[in-house]
């Protein structure tokens, strides 16, 4: 079967061609990801668009930077100020190239009334968002915290943390995280 040429290949297929050409198997990229290995897999097989914090991880593992994850993306999405889409939000890269920082932050755009589509996500680090318009619901463990324009939240991001939009209004929040 022939192979699709580079530059139309998908997120999870470059994910993929990444850690086969560091030697990898998926056990040895779920540790070094933290996430499990069946999770990944449904990454590079297209069936899961990971949320920031995954990407994150995914691109710590594989000594990339994150936005060199979605660089395909960016080309075909320019006119659409080269934002990354999933089903419930848009989110923009606005530290390209710090792939050996720590620090990483994101212009997250939230779609009215949605929720990230996985049930809640964790990873290593911290984070800290900033609501520049909208209100959102930040569950993060057993705790829900509603957030309007102006409000901040800063919390562990190794908690398991949901997001949801709960204005009929895209909601736009600044998203620093802080991975060690």
Do not use: C
């Not at 998908?10 to 290995?37: C, H, P, V, W």
């Not at 594989?62 to 075909?76: H, I």
């Not at 100020?81 to 989110?91: C, D, E, G, P, Q």
Request: hydrophobic share 35%; proline share 4%; glycine share 6%.
């Amino acid at each position: 079967m022939p192979t699709k040429p580079r530059s139309s290949r998908s997120l999870g297929e470059r994910i993929q061609d990444m850690r086969k050409k560091q030697k990898m198997n998926l056990d040895a990229f779920a540790k070094k990801t933290g996430y499990d290995a069946d999770y990944l897999a449904k990454i590079e097989e297209g069936k899961i668009s990971p949320p920031v914090g995954a990407l994150i991880q995914i691109s710590r593992a594989l000594a990339v930077d994150s936005s060199t994850l979605l660089a395909e993306e960016k080309k075909k999405e320019r006119a659409r100020s080269y934002r990354k889409r999933t089903k419930a939000y848009l989110y923009k890269n606005l530290t390209p190239g710090a792939e050996d920082k720590h620090l990483w932050a994101y212009l997250i755009t939230l779609e009215p009334k949605k929720e990230h589509e996985r049930v809640e996500y964790q990873h290593e680090g911290e984070e800290f968002v900033y609501v520049i318009e909208g209100r959102v619901q930040i569950q993060v463990g057993k705790k829900g915290h509603e957030l309007k324009k102006g409000a901040s939240l800063h919390f562990m991001s190794s908690q398991p943390h949901t997001l949801k939009n709960l204005s009929a209004r895209q909601s736009k929040l600044l998203v620093v995280v802080y991975a060690p």
